[in-house]
């Protein structure tokens, strides 16, 4: 069998110093950038920008190729840009039954191989990815509503760090164990006992990537990796409204599966139409066995209660809170959170929404700071950031969808707004839509219904509480109860500080302190930063941990006699 089974080694020799530096970064948590966020031709060459641009449009208007691609016929095209204009990018239909099939059929020889050849694989496949972070910029650009600059580093070398963290820490939880192993087991008469064992990390089957609207690939990547890496083949379903950055995603590591000697069908791509709703339909199939989902709390519960036969890793909804008790930079803090509101117009799972403040003000360097003072400053910290239109667009990119629209009107009928939400003109795009951040004014003990749900989108509230202390309650109740995936804490008080980080600890949920700077609550970096928790409601897993990557696999043991010294054929 082993002469069947194609090496691709060549890639990880390329790419074996790549992967080490990636594991000691993971191990470290310190700094480590292997793909150059700044979309800069210095950084990429002169030619990259025009290169990719070119690129995304030729993909417009026409079918996309996958050749060899099992299905027949054609989707039709879904996705209009959220800057005016359709895209008008048909994909290969497949149905379940040949998708699963032609999944299979293709996993044996993936499955044999060895991690290292996976990891080689994969991590050529990222690079490929670099090299064509234009045109998926381009793509995340026009499906997503980011702006063009964020499209280009979150949709590109941003998600292609997370990519080869998965990567990193399947292919270092396979090599844990020695491949090989010789156990002697001393006898009281007699000789010895003694086996030649053998330990192999098995990949669990056919692995199913539902991907986003707002982040296909930052986070669609680590689940497609590690479930790669980790020996599953993997069918990819996008969201019907962004498709196009993981289609050509498929095409890429379907070009390297295959030079690699490997089928490419280890990687199918599952486009389907708005109304067509296949995911659930994959998702119960006894053949899948592990669910990667980002999306609606709705669906991603429905997922954890019915597709019992698989491993389901979720990315849902939560109350990203943030505790305001004190601070001795007033200033730096309304201007953080004023970027972290409006960066792509609330439309991040990370984005905060529950800002809670004691009714009797917070002590900062200004003076006392009172809710309603504190909302009308957030305000105008938001007016001073986005009274450009030209770094408003930059900032805000363009709302994604009618849900994010909806809500915003929504919340602006609720009566108490403190801040209201603004159109913008985007300086290139006259059909966009730009909206600025709305911020309302909630009451701790009233309005607990309104603040309990999540309200995607440029919508926060400026909630009052008793205390600092019933802040900290509120904190642990609401993430506990519905979940977040981000807290944050402001506070000159280390007594506040501890408190704030033990309340975090019991609710599940990653802490930022006294964030002023140039790091924001809504971003996090591949192998220093985790995203996401499996200890509050909003997630089951971890970008990216050990445990994301040990529920793809397992170790299956082979064991014989030893040979005898001096046989052969053992």
Not at 42 to 67: I, M, T, W
Not at 391 to 408: I, Q, Y
Not at 452 to 472: A, C, H, M, N, Y
């Amino acid at each position: 069998m082993s002469e069947q089974v194609p090496t691709g080694g060549e890639f990880f020799a390329r790419h074996s110093a790549l992967l080490n530096e990636a594991a000691a970064a993971a191990e470290s948590r310190e700094f480590f950038n292997p793909y150059k966020e700044s979309p800069s031709p210095r950084v990429y060459g002169e030619e990259a920008p025009k290169a990719g641009e070119a690129a995304f449009k030729a993909l417009l208007d026409r079918e996309f190729a996958l050749p060899g691609h099992p299905g027949t016929g054609t989707v039709a095209p879904t996705e209009t840009s959220p800057y005016g204009f359709p895209l008008g990018v048909g994909y290969p239909r497949v149905t379940p039954d040949e998708a699963i099939a032609a999944t299979r059929a293709a996993a044996g020889p993936w499955r044999d191989t060895t991690p290292d050849v996976r990891a080689g694989v994969a991590a050529e496949i990222l690079g490929r990815l670099n090299a064509a972070s234009f045109e998926i910029a381009h793509a995340v650009h026009h499906t997503t509503g980011q702006a063009f600059v964020m499209a280009f580093q979150a949709g590109g070398p941003n998600a292609q760090e997370r990519g080869l963290e998965a990567v990193t820490y399947a292919w270092v939880e396979q090599r844990r164990l020695p491949r090989t192993a010789r156990w002697t087991k001393p006898q009281r008469k007699g000789e010895p006992l003694v086996l030649d064992k053998k330990f192999t990390p098995v990949g669990h089957g056919v692995a199913l990537l539902v991907a986003c609207n707002t982040f296909p690939t930052w986070n669609g990547y680590p689940g497609l990796f590690a479930s790669l890496v980790a020996g599953n083949p993997v069918v990819v379903k996008p969201h019907p409204g962004a498709v196009l950055p993981l289609a050509v995603t498929v095409r890429v590591a379907r070009e390297v599966l295959a030079e690699a000697g490997f089928d490419p069908n280890v990687v199918v791509l599952a486009a389907e139409g708005h109304d067509d709703r296949t995911a659930a339909e994959y998702a119960v199939r006894p053949e899948v066995r592990i669910v990667d989902f980002t999306g609606s709390t709705a669906f991603g519960n429905w997922l954890e209660g019915n597709a019992r036969q698989a491993r389901v890793f979720t990315e849902k909804a939560g109350l990203n809170t943030v505790v305001v008790d004190s601070t001795d930079d007033y200033r730096g803090m309304l201007g953080n959170l004023a970027f972290s509101l409006s960066l792509y117009s609330g439309q991040m799972c990370t984005t905060p929404q529950n800002l809670l403040v004691p009714r009797n003000g917070i002590a900062t360097d200004q003076g006392t700071k009172k809710p309603d003072e504190f909302a009308a400053d957030l305000g105008a910290a938001l007016d001073k950031l986005l009274g450009d239109p030209a770094r408003a667009a930059g900032t805000l990119g363009a709302v994604a969808n009618e849900g994010v629209k909806a809500r915003l009107e929504e919340a602006a009928a609720l009566g108490r707004v403190a801040h209201a939400s603004q159109p913008v003109e985007h300086p290139e795009y006259a059909d966009a839509l730009l909206r600025t951040p709305l911020v309302a004014r909630l009451d701790a003990a009233e309005d607990r219904e309104v603040f309990t749900r999540e309200w995607f989108g440029p919508v926060s509230f400026v909630i009052d509480t008793e205390s600092t202390d019933e802040s900290l309650r509120l904190l642990r109740e609401t993430v506990g109860e519905h979940g977040a995936l981000t807290a944050s804490v402001y506070s000159t008080d280390e007594g506040v500080l501890g408190a704030a980080e033990s309340s975090a600890h019991e609710a599940g949920v990653h802490l930022s302190e006294n964030l002023t700077g140039g790091v924001f609550v809504n971003q996090t970096t591949a192998f220093t930063d985790f995203h996401g928790s499996a200890a509050n409601p909003a997630a089951s897993a971890t970008l990216s941990d050990a445990a994301f990557v040990t529920g793809r696999f397992s170790f299956l043991e082979s064991r014989r006699h030893a040979a005898a010294e001096g046989a052969t054929g053992a």
